[in-house]
């Protein structure tokens, strides 16, 4: 019988930032270029058949021909995201470009964004890191973040984990949670800065109370394994729930590791193999395979009812977790 696997997944590092992780569908197009740009966009007044009057929208447009970057950011939204005009991905870039150059930090933190992900222009790693780096400078702490993303992957700069310390730091401070997570996992490795376990365990709780869900797994991990806080399985299963309801597949799988040893809590095969089946369905490659072990191993000691029970459960889960999702 193959043994099953007895052991939790590590701490881990949200793979990319924010902005290369979001998706081009233009139903989440807001997400790339970040929360703050929707905050900040006031736009057109509508007219009774919700498009703006001509004279409204020619006045907003001559304001930004004229310099006024507001005018600019606001036409370049507008045109980002079809909102009242046609759509537009170039004639969004056009605009805050031209706002950028005047020093808009929202527009070059969104300049840099579309280069990223070549919406609108060309893609091109380096255009978008000094984009990134122009905000930056200017404080804005999701630029912060990621610039310091793109030190740590080496896109568009030379790697440098000694820089992308540096620029996570400076965002974590400002409250940045994907950038505290960040910190956290380099003072977890010693990477770019000393190991430190109890300032690890400390950015990843600031992250983790904030929602987290790479913060929250890595919690768990550090719970489990008495690293810069004291040992406490329950804590860690408490953790990873949190968690693997937010789609983190690697707490998915500590889940059923836990409660297939029962650690942490009382142990039961059927929510051990809940969690494997709920793993294996968000994952690919080699994080599939391994997830995938878990649960053949458990179905090998489960009872055909006891496999279907899990089975009934992960897919409720999974129609649930979709719902939430829509």
Known sequence: ??????????????????????????????????A????????????????????????????????DVRAQFDLGFMYFTGDRVGQNFAEAAK????????????????????YQKGVGVSRDYVEAAQWFRKAAEQGDATAQNDLGDAYQEGVGVAQDSVQAVQWYRKAAEQGEATAQSSLGKAYHTGDGI???????FQWFRKAADQGDATARSNLGFMYQNGEGVGRDPALAVQWWHRAAEQGNT?????????????EGVAQDFVEARKWAEIAVAYSAGES??????????LGRKMTPDDVANAQKRARDWIEAFERRLK
Do not use: I
């Open 250 to 262: 690697s707490s998915q799988y500590n889940l059923g590791v836990a409660y297939n040893n029962g």
């Open 95 to 114: 605009w805050w470009r031209r706002a950028a150059e005047q020093e808009s930090p929202l527009a070059q933190l969104n300049l840099g964004a579309m």
């Open 194 to 200: 000393s190991r430190d376990y109890a300032q690890a």
């Open 36 to 67: 703050a740009a929707v905050a900040e966009a006031h736009a057109a007044p509508q007219d009774s058949t919700g498009m703006p009057p001509s004279d409204e929208l020619k006045q907003l447009r001559q304001k930004g021909e004229q310099g």
């Open 288 to 297: 599939q395979m391994k997830f995938a072990a878990l649960r053949d191993a």
């Open 1 to 34: 019988m193959t043994a099953v696997c007895t052991t939790s997944s590590g701490v881990s590092r949200q793979k990319t930032s924010r902005v290369l992780s979001t998706g081009l569908a233009l139903s989440v197009a807001l997400a790339v270029v970040g």
